[in-house]
């Protein structure tokens, strides 16, 4: 065991770590962000809106990840006709990805949002955008802020799969290292605690939201 | 101000929730309805402002179509006021906010302009030190009091009321009744669903009884409470006036 080999090269590895959460960012704002409206129109009684909404839930939430970021990273050019890069294509492949699941939790928190608040804000003239704005959405989101934490965790661990198309984040690093370096043991054992301790944070950060809501129905 | 001409509702089944109803109400009066629960009810105050949809007929507001594709909803709803028996206020938003949604968005009035608003409303009402509260914080008669502010702040020409005081605690009731008799004094045209026969002879200017769907007694608060004709309402006054 040398783990010096950790020590020599920390700077670089946890650098990777910085488009690490990046990635983990952009795939959580943008995925919630499409993910409410897709929500919206699973919610929906119009079918031409709740079909296609339902399709595109199913179908992303029936292939890999892995495979998404393929698609984008072969396939965009040949509907762009340029190539994406690869940076773009894995933040597509994960919004889009990402969208179907937190589709499904927005639903979950859009539901526990009693009906008659809905019919109130109705009933004042409100439209439908804004209802959900003000009095829907409001709510859901702190119904679902654990559920939220849970899966953006897994994002955070997700990441690590933008290897395949080349990009530089925290394991891709590590495992550069270990390519020069050839001391995988001490690498992967280092790139496990450091996974473990930042999910190990944002899990009791999501207790501590489930307890303080708790708390305040009580 | 409101015309329903031969309205009929009815869910997927079959079922029909409202067959055949027809009803007046003059701007300014108060009309009170009442009856046994699935009688149709609150449908048909639902239907006044468009939350719910017929199958046959026609209601007109104002002269305007509820149901006219050319109908703007949003606006004719800005221009009726609902309370619910659950109250519905919106628990993540003060008192304050509460009333100050719908007329900040939807006649698009300044903030400054609706919390004055707002404050004057909660005077009329009498909870105005409760204007910083959430609703969570208030008791029931307050919350439902809260409620009509909520539905006067759009200075609405209608106001309907679905059960106002149904899911109330008996020592609250009347705080409530207060305000809407008030009302009621100073002109605002009312359609109310309730079994407080105290509040409709106080001031109903006519009461509606309906069963299964259907309107079988109409009259003013003399010929209702003296001389109902129906027998169903007979058996249903009995019961509620014991």
């Known amino acids: 065991m040398d783990w010096a080999v950790i020590t020599d090269n920390m700077g670089y590895m946890l650098g990777g770590l910085g488009l690490t959460f990046q990635m983990t960012l952009i795939a959580l704002s943008g995925g919630m962000f499409l993910g409410c409206f897709l929500a919206m129109g699973r919610l929906s009684s119009k079918k031409w809106v709740y079909y296609p909404a339902s399709a595109y839930v199913h179908f992303f939430r029936s292939q890999p990840l892995i495979l998404v970021i393929f698609w984008l990273y072969f396939l965009a050019p040949v509907f762009v006709g340029r190539p994406l890069g690869a940076f773009y294509s894995t933040m597509i492949a994960f919004v889009f990805f990402e969208a179907s699941y937190f589709s499904e939790i927005i639903r979950g928190g859009i539901q526990s949002v009693p009906k008659g608040q809905v019919m109130a804000a109705q009933a004042t003239g409100l439209g439908f955008f804004t209802i959900q704005r003000y009095v829907v959405l409001p709510q859901a989101l702190g119904n679902m802020a654990p559920a939220l934490i849970t899966r953006a965790i897994v994002i955070f661990q997700d990441t690590s799969l933008a290897y395949v198309v080349g990009l530089r984040e925290f394991l891709r690093r590590v495992n550069l290292v270990d390519t020069r370096e050839v001391r995988s043991v001490e690498l992967y054992c280092f790139a496990a605690v450091v996974y473990f301790v930042i999910c190990t944070l944002g899990s009791l950060f999501a207790d501590h939201l489930e307890r303080k809501r708790e708390a305040s129905k009580a | ?242």
């Not at chain 2, 079922?15 to 009803?23: G, H, P, R, T, Y």
């Not at chain 2, 199958?55 to 606006?75: A, C, D, F, H, M």
């Not at chain 2, 109330?168 to 009744?177: N, R, S, T, Y």
């Open chain 2, 1 to 242: 101000m409101i015309e329903i001409r031969n309205i009929g509702l009815w869910y997927r089944k079959g079922q029909k929730i409202l067959d055949n109803v027809s009803a007046t109400v003059g701007e300014g009066s108060t009309v009170v309805i009442c009856g046994p629960s699935g009688s149709g009810k609150s449908s048909l105050l639902r239907c006044i402002n468009g939350l719910e949809t017929f199958q046959e007929g026609e209601i007109l507001v104002n002269g305007i179509s509820v149901q006219n594709p050319n109908t703007n909803i949003y606006r004719l709803r800005a221009n009726i006021g609902m309370v619910f028996q659950h109250f519905e206020l919106y628990p993540h938003m003060t008192v304050t906010e509460n009333i100050t949604l719908a007329p900040m968005h939807v006649l698009k009035i300044s903030k400054t302009r609706a919390r004055q608003k707002a404050m004057e409303l909660l005077e009329r009402v009498g909870i105005a030190d409760q204007a910083a509260k959430y609703p969570g914080q208030l008791s029931g008669g307050q919350q439902q009091r809260v409620a009509i502010a909520r539905g006067l702040a759009m200075e609405p020409a209608l106001m309907l009321f679905d059960e106002p005081t149904s899911a109330l605690d008996p020592e609250m009731i009347q705080e409530v009744l207060e305000v809407m008799v008030d009302l009621a004094r100073d002109g605002m045209t009312m359609v109310v669903v309730t079994h407080e026969m105290g509040f409709a002879r106080e001031v109903a200017d006519e009461i509606i009884f309906m069963d299964h769907g259907r309107i079988v007694e109409k009259g003013n608060v003399q010929t209702f409470f003296n001389h109902p004709e129906n027998e169903r309402t007979q058996q249903f006054l009995a019961r509620i006036l014991r």
